[in-house]
């Protein structure tokens, strides 16, 4: 039995930039032709880049289409992950690390410090649209917990003067 090939829905799939479709295409030639989808939390990546940090609808059904999936599945990843958004989030997503490592290193005082500092709670974006807020598992820097993330820089050891000295470096 011969099964038509789902034709691609060019309107989907011009949702994603050019250049972003290039990126993909080289994640995509990372694997067999008949694994492509396993380019998917790249693909992710890219476009939640392209659309200023957070993901759409939208987006996610134009990355199932350009890799052959399932909208569900696309959706299934980006919900699971907390690296993707599915909302706007402020110009820094500050990442806190509150898993057991950093919990026991007094990850709990690096937060009630954010939130004091930046007048929010975990989940928030400040007025300004600067920091958001976001609490995660595990960032895998045990070792120098408590830790937290800022777009693609770690920042480890933290004290409550290190985390007033790396605010003061955003802009």
């Known amino acids: 039995m011969i099964f038509a090939q789902r034709s691609k829905d060019q309107t989907k799939i011009a949702r994603i930039s050019a ?8 994640w995509v030639a990372k694997y ?7 380019a ?12 200023g940090g957070y993901l759409t609808n939208d987006l996610i059904e134009a990355v199932a289409e350009y890799l052959d999936m399932e909208a569900i599945a696309v959706y299934e990843v980006a919900t699971f992950y907390s690296m993707y958004e599915m909302s ?25 410090h954010l939130e004091k500092k930046l007048g929010i709670k975990m989940g928030q974006t400040t007025a ?11 960032l895998g820097a045990c070792v120098n917990a408590p830790v937290m993330q800022i ?6 050891k933290l004290t409550p003067a290190a985390i007033d000295d790396i605010l003061a470096g955003l802009k």
């Not at 998917?40 to 659309?51: K, S």
């Not at 300004?128 to 595990?138: M, N, P, S």
């Open 19 to 26: 250049v972003s479709r290039a990126d993909i295409d080289q």
């Open 88 to 112: 706007a989030v402020g110009k820094h997503k500050i990442c806190v690390c509150t898993n057991i490592s950093c919990m026991l290193c007094s990850s709990d005082q690096v937060v009630a």
């Open 32 to 38: 067999p032709a008949e694994r492509k989808r396993s």
């Open 40 to 51: 998917v939390m790249a693909a992710l990546r890219i476009v939640q880049d392209q659309n």
């Open 151 to 156: 777009g693609r820089q770690y920042y480890e």
């Open 128 to 138: 300004d649209g600067k920091f958001t807020l976001k609490e995660v598992e595990c």
